[in-house]
């Protein structure tokens, strides 16, 4: 008798051995040595040709088991970033969803991510949607997901997260709390028993304030239920007994009016619902009428490139709205050190990834890297943080 997990890998090594030749698959997911050329012309199409969730569970996987190059040499001086008394060897980070269980975090570390957001993690283990959930729109360079929350639960994902704590050389790492789906809406425990059981081992914790899907949410996002939802979830953080309170994250939807923007921005302005940081933003539920894939109507939350630009715009309006006083993570289509670029410009203190990674492989990452230090310098800027807000008036 196998486990459900043990299945899987076994299926996933079978599937490696057969499509890399049947040397020694291990051997052969070893040589994935982070050679852009490599994953280009091998890897990726081989994965595409696998459904995207399997091809996901096979990126997990090696990362799981480190079957990737360390990245040997260090991040550029100009990338280094220190925020919330934490210090990013660089800014370019995992966005939640890709690693929901906190199972590829040393992986993940070595890809050379500055830091991992792992999650969304709900309290009580819970399935998701139905599959297919996951799909590509590769003429779009885009993902349309409804996953719908997968999640192990708490426990599984803190005793991953907690033994990770103790490594010398480890992820930054961010927790993305959930609710669970039979939770009564507009209800703050989930996130408050989230923090609770996360606050002593994550770098930052982040709740969503976005689920544009859900029915109800509209409700949620207006400025009482806001408040309350924050200031208690703030409450309970601040209450914690640790050596280090850990920043306090909101992450939003993209798909806001201007009012919603606005109520938002003032709500977290407020002291007691003063949040350390937000990140912007989550997937949208809009379709750019120029998607040309025939997967577009799909329904669930579309990222990548055709989010880019919106979300750029989106992190430009909360700068504004917040006058810079909190940091904000930028993410959504994120494919290059110039998408970095003008994140930071338009007020981004960190940027994060997820489509252009799991559609490209690893080496973007170091691609990305080296392409931002390559512009900040070009451009005179000693660091990031130098950089950041500049395309927004006033700065
Ligand atoms: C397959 C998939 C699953 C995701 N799951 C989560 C999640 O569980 N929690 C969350 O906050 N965001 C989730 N996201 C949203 C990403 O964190 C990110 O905000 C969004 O994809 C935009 O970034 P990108 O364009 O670089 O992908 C998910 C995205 C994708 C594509
Ligand atoms: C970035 O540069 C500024 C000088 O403009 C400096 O004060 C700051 O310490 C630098 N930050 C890091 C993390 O190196
Ligand atoms: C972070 O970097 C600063 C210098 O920018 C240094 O003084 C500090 O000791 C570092 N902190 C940690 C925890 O490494
Ligand atoms: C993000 O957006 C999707 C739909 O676009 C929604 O289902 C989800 O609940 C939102 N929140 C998080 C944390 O992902
Ligand atoms: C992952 C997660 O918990 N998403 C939630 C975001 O917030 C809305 C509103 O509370 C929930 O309905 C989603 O389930």
Same mark, same amino acid.
């Given at each position: 008798?196998?486990?459900?997990?043990?299945?899987?890998?076994?299926?996933?090594?079978?599937?490696?051995?057969?499509?890399?030749?049947?040397?020694?698959?291990?051997?052969?997911?070893?040589?994935? %040595?982070?050679?852009?050329?490599?994953?280009?012309?091998?890897?990726?199409?081989?994965?595409?040709? +696998?459904?995207?969730?399997?091809?996901?569970?096979?990126?997990?996987?090696?990362?799981?088991?480190?079957?990737?190059?360390?990245?040997?040499?260090?991040?550029?001086?100009?990338?280094?970033?220190? +925020?919330?008394?934490?210090?990013?060897?660089?800014?370019?980070?995992?966005?939640?969803?890709?690693?929901?269980?906190?199972?590829?975090?040393?992986?993940?570390?070595?890809?050379?991510?500055?830091?991992?957001?792992?999650?969304?993690?709900?309290?009580?283990?819970?399935?998701?949607?139905?599959?297919?959930?996951?799909?590509?729109?590769?003429?779009?360079?885009?993902?349309?997901?409804?996953?719908?929350?997968?999640?192990?639960?708490?426990?599984?994902?803190?005793?991953?997260?907690?033994?990770?704590?103790?490594?010398?050389?480890?992820?930054?790492?961010?927790?993305?709390?959930?609710?669970?789906?039979?939770?009564?809406?507009?209800?703050?425990?989930?996130?408050?028993?989230?923090?609770?059981?996360?606050?002593?081992?994550?770098?930052?914790?982040?709740? %969503? !304030?976005?689920?544009?899907?859900?029915?109800?949410?509209?409700?949620?996002?207006?400025?009482?239920?806001?408040?309350?939802?924050?200031?208690?979830? +703030?409450?309970?953080?601040?209450?914690?007994?640790?050596?280090?309170?850990?920043?306090?994250?909101?992450? !939003?939807?993209?798909? +806001?009016?201007?009012?919603?923007?606005?109520?938002?921005?003032?709500?977290?302005?407020?002291?007691?619902?003063?949040?350390?940081?937000?990140?912007?933003?989550?997937?949208?539920?809009?379709?750019?009428?120029?998607?040309?894939?025939?997967?577009?109507?799909?329904?669930?939350?579309?990222?990548?490139?055709?989010?880019?630009?919106?979300?750029?715009?989106?992190?430009?309006?909360?700068?504004?709205?917040?006058?810079?006083?909190?940091?904000?993570?930028?993410?959504?289509?994120?494919?290059?050190?110039?998408?970095?670029?003008?994140?930071?410009?338009?007020?981004?203190?960190?940027?994060?990834?997820?489509?252009?990674?799991?559609?490209?492989?690893?080496?973007?990452?170091?691609?990305?890297?080296?392409?931002?230090?390559?512009?900040?310098?070009?451009?005179?800027?000693?660091?990031?943080?130098?950089?950041?807000?500049?395309?927004?008036?006033?700065?």
């Amino acid at each position: 008798m196998y486990t459900r997990k043990e299945k899987l890998i076994k299926q996933l090594t079978a599937l490696v051995t057969i499509t890399l030749g049947g040397t020694s698959s291990f051997a052969g997911l070893c040589i994935w %040595n982070g050679n852009e050329k490599f994953y280009r012309d091998y890897v990726m199409p081989f994965t595409r040709r +696998l459904d995207p969730e399997t091809s996901h569970r096979l990126a997990v996987f090696a990362m799981k088991h480190c079957l990737i190059r360390k990245q040997r040499e260090p991040d550029a001086k100009s990338l280094s970033t220190r +925020l919330w008394d934490i210090n990013f060897s660089n800014p370019v980070g995992l966005a939640a969803g890709f690693d929901k269980q906190a199972e590829g975090m040393q992986g993940l570390h070595k890809t050379g991510f500055g830091f991992v957001e792992i999650g969304s993690v709900t309290p009580q283990p819970q399935e998701g949607n139905k599959k297919p959930r996951v799909f590509r729109l590769e003429e779009d360079n885009a993902i349309i997901n409804r996953y719908g929350f997968n999640s192990e639960g708490h426990e599984a994902v803190y005793n991953r997260v907690r033994l990770e704590g103790g490594k010398q050389d480890r992820a930054i790492i961010g927790v993305n709390l959930g609710k669970n789906k039979l939770s009564a809406m507009g209800d703050v425990k989930d996130y408050v028993i989230g923090v609770e059981k996360f606050g002593a081992i994550a770098d930052y914790l982040v709740i %969503n !304030i976005s689920s544009p899907n859900t029915p109800g949410l509209r409700g949620l996002q207006q400025k009482a239920e806001l408040e309350n939802l924050i200031s208690l979830v +703030l409450e309970a953080r601040n209450k914690l007994r640790v050596e280090k309170l850990p920043p306090l994250l909101v992450k !939003i939807a993209p798909d +806001l009016s201007e009012e919603e923007k606005k109520d938002i921005a003032s709500v977290i302005l407020k002291e007691k619902c003063r949040v350390d940081g937000i990140i912007v933003c989550n997937t949208t539920t809009s379709r750019p009428s120029d998607l040309k894939s025939p997967n577009k109507n799909e329904i669930g939350g579309l990222s990548g490139q055709p989010l880019r630009d919106i979300s750029t715009r989106c992190i430009g309006d909360f700068y504004r709205l917040t006058g810079g006083q909190i940091p904000i993570i930028g993410v959504g289509g994120v494919a290059s050190g110039q998408d970095a670029y003008e994140k930071i410009l338009a007020g981004a203190s960190l940027v994060q990834l997820y489509s252009s990674f799991a559609l490209e492989g690893p080496p973007i990452v170091r691609r990305i890297k080296r392409e931002l230090d390559e512009i900040l310098r070009s451009k005179g800027y000693l660091n990031v943080t130098e950089a950041i807000g500049k395309s927004i008036e006033g700065n």
